[in-house]
């Protein structure tokens, strides 16, 4: 026979054990609540945060096609504005800094810029060469814009509007200027050979893969270039 | 034992309170007072456990580090006297001091049970003082979820305290008194 003490005692341990294990199982409850609400509320902010991700993206990628647009417009001003004016002096230098934030931007955005490859030496005439190797250059612009961008702005020329639809005679290029006796001329590469071009930098596209050089030579009477690249 | 040795005993034991709640200050919910009130009602009776439990918690009250109580103080002396009369109700059921070891764990029961009361009564009362006049169940629930962890730590510790030194209490402090006498 159980003692009236140990009865009560029993049910004491019990009724705490209850106690104990209800007061654990609701601070676990309470716990799990809290958690639940964060993850929800979490959530809730991830949902407005990709939303607005979208939106970023969506003007990211409005803003980069703006500023292609831009370069080009910019390309066209340049190829087409006297070389002597203000204008066409802080565009010449500007466009190339323009030209690599703009493919950054794409690189960076995880995109692929639209751009030409396009290959460029520079031949001083006196034993110096320099390429210019796993360049690029926008759709539309021709081998002068796209000597421009490569040089960085290092480019003198001079504007001559009245020949067809404005022609560009280079006299300088990172600083080495044309003589008396020598010119800077344009040399396209094609089927494993150099070939002096007939027509201006203005009048020859940058193509996928266009090789183009600069060579300083010297002419002879039939204004024909006595080097080859 | 004469009146005025229980008499006397009342501040003796309100002081050792206090000061052993000074002394665990750091553990918020971690005190003496509980099982002390426990253990004199149990040694000396309901009256002398409740004027133990009245005057040790209404001087914490006043002057623990963290200020005057407040309004509350009423429900905390309420509360305490729940361990006078546990106290006083554990000497009845478990009269054989003798046996007072093998009981130690009713006795500890009884601690986590008062302890439980003690803390739904005050968070009750918190709700009440804090929301008045627009208390109403949710607010009082709030109050009782948002307590729990100290709660736990609460009834814990008197679930220790009650299985350790209640007993060893019961079974000193006569002999001691004998002793001294």
């Not at chain 1, 565009?91 to 955005?109: E, I």
């Not at chain 1, 759709?139 to 421009?148: C, K, Q, R």
């Not at chain 2, 009361?117 to 208390?135: G, K, Y």
Request: with cysteine; aromatic share 12%.
């Amino acid at each position: 026979m159980v003692s009236r003490g140990t009865f009560y005692g029993v049910v004491a341990v019990l009724v705490a054990l209850l106690l104990l294990t209800s007061i654990t199982a609701l601070y676990y409850y309470n716990q799990y609540q809290n958690a639940s609400s964060a993850t929800e509320a979490s959530g809730a902010e991830l949902g407005v945060a990709l939303a607005r991700y979208d939106a970023l993206a969506g003007q990211y990628n409005s803003s980069l096609s703006n500023d292609y647009t831009t370069i080009s417009l910019l390309a066209q001003a340049v190829a087409s504005l006297n070389t002597s004016t203000p204008a066409y002096r802080a565009a010449s230098g500007d466009l190339a800094t323009l030209w690599r934030s703009y493919q950054s931007l794409v690189d960076a955005g995880g995109g692929k810029p639209l751009a030409y490859d396009v290959h460029m030496l520079v031949d001083y005439g006196n034993g110096t060469l320099r390429w210019y190797n796993d360049s690029t250059a926008q759709p539309g612009w021709n081998a002068y814009v796209a000597t421009l961008v490569l040089l960085d702005g290092n480019l003198n020329a001079t504007w001559y509007p009245q020949f067809g639809s404005g022609e560009h005679f280079v006299t300088a290029i990172n600083g080495v200027p044309g003589t008396e006796s020598l010119s800077w001329s344009i040399w396209t590469y094609g089927g494993n050979q150099w070939t002096y071009s007939q027509v201006g930098a203005d009048l020859i596209q940058a193509q996928n893969g266009t090789t183009i050089a600069w060579a300083l030579c010297g002419y002879n009477s039939s204004y024909q270039p006595t080097c080859v690249p | 034992m004469n009146d005025v040795r229980r008499i006397a005993l009342v501040p003796v034991l309100s002081a050792l309170i206090v000061g052993s709640d000074f002394a665990l200050a750091p553990y918020v919910d971690v005190k003496l007072l509980d099982v002390m009130v426990f253990s004199a009602a149990f040694l000396f009776g309901f009256r002398l456990g409740a004027a133990v439990a009245i005057i040790s918690e209404g001087a914490w009250s006043f002057i623990s580090p963290w200020g005057f109580a407040g309004p509350i103080m009423p429900f905390l002396i309420g509360g305490e006297l729940l361990f006078a009369a546990a106290g006083w109700w554990a000497s009845k059921v478990w009269s054989d001091r003798s046996k007072v070891a093998q009981n130690s764990i009713f006795i500890a029961a009884l601690m986590l049970i008062c302890a439980f009361s003690w803390d739904v009564e005050t968070n009750l009362a918190t709700a009440l003082i804090a929301s008045w006049p627009a208390t109403s169940l949710p607010i009082v629930l709030a109050w009782q979820v948002s307590g729990i962890p100290f709660a736990l730590i609460h009834e814990t510790a008197d679930f220790l305290l009650g299985l350790l030194f209640a007993p060893a209490a019961i079974l000193l402090v006569p002999r001691v008194m004998k002793g001294g006498a």
